[in-house]
């Protein structure tokens, strides 16, 4: 651990003993953007010096997860249980040093998941190899947590290390626009009510990070945190799920606390395959799938094979996964289904968003 390090370590710990209120809300604002602040000099320091790019793992399929958690909680045996994969197990620690891909096929979908070694506590700082792991996460469309089921505190802790690399778990982006401009000063609107925070201590958070001039309009009811990862502004915004391993070793007592201790878990015994079914769904669900299906101009569509993509899928999206060629010469598009207001609509904007379900037929140059 660094010296800077230390001092962000000292400065949560200040902050875990203090209470928010409006007394203390400018000093909270303080301290959390100097925090940002040396954790972005922290990290522009290492990059450059190798580890924390991640593997050269080819993103494959439709989406890729991938299984974030502490050595020996069942990552490798989920991944053989629900992947083609075959990925080293034992019961002692660091069994995978490397990034192993599988392959989970469901629903027409083909979901790629990532087993990388387990991450511990200080592991956005560099320990062990956290930073590569996370470094992988940020690219994933989706972040399973593994949790050992007799060890639930754990997750806690992985929390913070995939939020400490700038990954927002099962948030929403907050809206706020800031524009910088060279005199003026600060000038700050807020479309609804602020109930979290005050227009100073934003103002002060915003001369934190040497933001004078500015326009900003604030269209959510943001706290410091959001505030301050918009100013920052590299933050990912990745679906997650909660998912327990190793369920068979626990009773209804203990499930039930879990319950009550974790947001939304899903239970699963990977050794036992139990739970297996539901834990698949709930990765499908959380994806955003949509399926579109291509008609040729003049026949029935191919209602066998759609075209599975994530929200937001675009007729532009469409194109891509058609021919690269495709988006170049674009000419018109007829949709049938939800994304259409009658049968065969012709649409000409690129952007125009698809639904699940909906029928596409591209007319091209
Ligand atoms: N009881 C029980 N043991 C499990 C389960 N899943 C994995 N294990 C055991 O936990 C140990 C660590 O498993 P592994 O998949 O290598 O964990 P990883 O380090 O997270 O990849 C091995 O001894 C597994 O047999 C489970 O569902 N129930
Ligand atoms: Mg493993």
Redesign the pocket.
Known sequence: MTDQHEKIREMEEAMSKAKYNKSTEHWFGLMKSQIAKLREKIEKKTAGKGGGEGWFVKKTGNATVILV?F????????LNAITNAKSK???Y?F??LDCIPGTLNYRNAKIQIL?VP?IISGAAFGRGRGKEVLAMARNADLVLF?IDALHPEHFTALRKEVYDVGIRINQRQPVVKIVKTTKGGLSMNSTVKLSKVSYDTLAAILKEFKIMNAGVVIRDDVDIDQFIDCIEGNRKYVPGIICV??I??VGDKQRKQLHEILPNPIF?????KEGLQELKEKIYNSLNFIRVYLKEINKKPDLDEPMILTKPATLKTVCEHIHRDFVRKFKFARVWGKSAKFPGQQFRNLEKQLEDGDVVEIHIR
């Open positions: 958690g050595p020996s909680v069942g990552k490798s045996t989920l197990v034992a019961a620690e069994t995978t087993d387990g593994v391993n190793k068979d070793l699963v015994s990977a050794e036992k």
